[in-house]
């Protein structure tokens, strides 16, 4: 087993930063981390075709994956794709939501066709835990193609425990997000939440059973991210 940890910009939306960007990251690269991009950064678009070079030097020696967002249709997602392409991103984490059919429902095959173009890209579609039904409904869909990022803090408003999602989907394993919910937020440091300790134990012995090779995202309330994030690596590798 094998976890690549990387701080999600997420984490920094709420919490000062005197250095921008730029210091961000070169704060995540001296920590020894990789990262997990969004795509708003004080008002810009970081996914943006235009700055594709900027992001590619900024990121060079880092691995990073990106959080992706909602596109009306095929092209937009293809150009995520190929963001994440140019920059040396290696997955895409997505929504269900963030493939809407205009009838405030899911386009299941646009969320196939964005996962197989990703692919030929080597690119990986990874969909976050939501109903476990609409889940299924969409890896029954997409196919192999379509990967799982299993949060470790959005089973609790879905009043479904993590260890339901490992036996749905967790053959398609290959991205975290690592947090920690309270009753009614989410995104706290590990171990200072509500998940029982048989629930990260579960998460473990699934990780050991396949020889998990993927990231682990720490995607936590700003205090100060880097900080939190070894602190929460601590609590996870002890476990």
Not at 1 to 15: A, E, T
Not at 42 to 59: F, H, I, Q
Not at 75 to 83: K, N, Q, S, V
Not at 137 to 155: I, N, P, Q, Y
Request: proline share 4%; glycine share 10%; net charge negative.
């Amino acid at each position: 087993m094998n976890i690549d940890y990387r701080v999600s910009l997420w984490n920094y939306y709420g919490h000062t930063c005197e250095d921008g960007l730029e210091g961000v990251i070169a704060e995540t690269r001296d920590a020894g981390y990789g990262i997990e991009l969004w795509n708003n950064w004080d008002g810009e678009s970081l996914y943006a075709p235009e700055n594709r070079d900027r992001m590619k030097a900024l990121l060079d020696g880092m691995s990073v994956s990106m959080h992706g967002i909602t596109k009306d249709d095929l092209e937009g997602h293809f150009e995520l794709t190929e963001t994440a392409a140019a920059i040396g991103g290696d997955v895409i984490v997505v929504h269900l939501h963030h493939f809407p059919d205009g009838n405030d429902g899911v386009d299941l095959e646009m969320m196939k066709e964005t996962a197989l173009h990703a692919k030929d890209k080597g690119i990986t579609i990874a969909l976050e835990n939501g109903p476990k039904n609409r889940l299924a409904e969409a890896f029954d869909h997409a196919g192999e193609s379509l990967r799982f990022c299993l949060d470790t803090g959005h089973w609790c408003g879905l009043k479904q425990p993590l260890r339901e999602y490992l036996e749905a989907f967790g053959d398609r394993l290959c991205h975290l997000h690592l947090q920690d919910p309270e009753e009614g937020k989410d995104h706290w440091e590990l171990g200072t939440g509500i998940n029982p300790p048989e629930e990260w134990q579960c998460l473990k012995d699934h990780l050991r059973k396949i020889d998990f090779d993927g990231a682990g995202i720490i995607e936590i309330r700003p205090r100060r991210p880097v900080a939190v994030a070894a602190r929460s690596i601590r609590f996870f590798e002890d476990v």
